[in-house]
């Protein structure tokens, strides 16, 4: 097991697990049932859906329930996984989120097929050149450590605890309006540091 | 085509946590379909997601879940995939096409007004979701909103006090604006309206038949 950290900032100090393989574990799943790489994943990832679900659902059950059924999609999906689409730990999330919002919001989520023929592809002048993932994976870490706590915070917030503006800003004592740009400042440094290094 | 007018960073943060209800997200992911610029934002947005999941303190021992997963791997086969099919072309982009179960040219529209519409059936019980087809160079009613409302133009444009949107464009209101939309004189505006409760015309006439319609 990777040693534990707790609180923030924990970017710079975070272990080198789950490893920057993650990629690599899940095109072995995908190519050859690989049952060691599918554990190791387990053991780096299970315990941190289970961690985040806890956070989306207050339900122990519930996330550890949760949990298996991200577990087994990544399982059956891992042929989907396409490393030119963005970093590993960002497919597994959107797995762990999907399996969330179906189950507990039972909600259908609307979102792209990137093989629609009628998705546009126009390409943007200044648009960017598709990125490693392994590059893509650090230039987002770099780019979150590089992020003042306070700003690092209302990201956490909005990803993992509290949707709405107004139930940040009174967790945080802070108005709705400092909240609000904070988070725009964050997501515009993200972004940023994602076209500078292509 | 241009798009001027993007997501803005709320509601991109929320579609990527998964904390906007079907109804607006179909809004999002209308735009998105059009939009390569904010798919590229979205991309950055779960790759925040991964990032925060990786440094998250995990929670709960392994041994136990583990041979768990590994018995229900044993117990339940993968289903087979099954291949999507898809048109060789689409005007109206997935996922709102197969929201109306059809493309453009074969929606079962209702007049209502001047306009044309098509209610869009969702889950989410917060939000209203209509197409709206406004004949070129006509208004829709004015109204002022109850609270939030987006709007996708999926061909065509129209313009208000606010701005000129053209195809892919997305206007974010919120409920203190009164505005007339009107469609530019060259063609039909459609477009996709999300609105977070029944609209409130401020034309008394169309307010007493408004129950009548079913707008
Ligand atoms: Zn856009």
Redesign the interface.
């Known amino acids: ?2 040693a ?3 609180g923030m900032p ?2 710079e100090k ?1 272990s080198p697990s ?1 490893g920057e393989d993650i990629g690599a574990r899940i095109v072995a799943i995908a190519a050859s049932a690989d049952m060691d790489a599918y ?1 190791a994943l ?2 780096d ?8 679900l ?3 659902t207050r339900d122990a059950q519930v996330s ?1 329930d949760l ?2 059924e991200t ?2 999609a990544i ?2 999906k891992a042929g989907q996984y396409d490393p030119a ?10 797995i ?3 399996i ?2 179906d189950a507990w ?9 990137p ?10 002048p200044d ?2 050149k598709q990125i490693e993932a392994r590059q ?2 650090e230039a ?2 770099r780019a ?1 450590e590089r992020l003042p706590a306070e700003q690092i915070d209302i ?2 917030l ?3 605890e509290e ?3 107004s139930m940040i800003a009174a967790k945080l004592g802070l108005p709705i309006g400092t909240v ?1 740009s904070r ?2 400042l964050a ?2 440094r ?2 940023a540091a ?1 076209d500078e290094q292509q | 085509m241009t798009i001027r007018h993007h997501l803005n960073d709320d509601l991109l943060i929320a579609y990527a946590s998964g904390n906007l209800s079907e109804g607006w997200s179909l809004a999002v992911a209308t735009h998105l379909a059009m939009c390569s610029t904010c798919r590229q934002s979205l991309a950055v947005a779960e790759a925040a997601g991964g990032a925060l999941l990786e440094e998250i303190e995990p929670v709960g021992s392994d041994e136990g879940a583990w041979e768990a997963l590994k018995a229900r791997l044993g117990r339940e086969p993968t289903p087979p995939v099954q291949p999507k099919v898809r048109p060789a072309s689409a005007v109206i982009p997935e996922p709102l096409r197969s929201y109306l179960g059809a493309d453009l040219a074969d929606l079962k529209w209702r007049r209502v007004g001047t306009a044309h519409q098509i209610r869009v059936k969702t889950e989410d019980q917060e939000t209203q979701v209509r197409l709206l087809r406004i004949p070129a160079g006509k208004p829709v009613p004015e109204h002022s909103h109850g609270g939030r409302e987006l709007t996708v133009v999926l061909t065509g444009a129209f313009h208000d006090e606010i701005d000129e949107f053209g195809p892919g464009d997305i206007e974010d209101a919120d409920g203190s604006l009164t505005h007339q939309p009107v469609a530019n004189p060259e063609e039909d505006c459609i477009c996709l309206a999300v609105t977070d409760k029944p609209l409130r015309f401020t034309s008394r006439l169309v307010r007493l038949v408004q129950p009548l319609l079913g707008i």
């Open positions: 097991m990777p534990q950290i707790k924990v970017m975070r789950p554990e387990f053991r990832f299970g315990p941190r859906i289970r961690a985040y806890i956070k989306m550890e949990m298996q577990m087994l399982w059956r689409r963005g970093p590993a730990s960002a497919w597994i999330y959107t762990a989120r999907n969330w919002i919001r039972r909600q259908r989520r609307p979102a792209i097929d093989d629609d023929p009628a998705l546009s592809i126009e390409p943007e648009a960017p893509s994976q987002v870490r979150m990201i956490r909005s990803f993992f949707a709405s503006h609000k988070l725009r997501f515009g993200l972004r994602l």
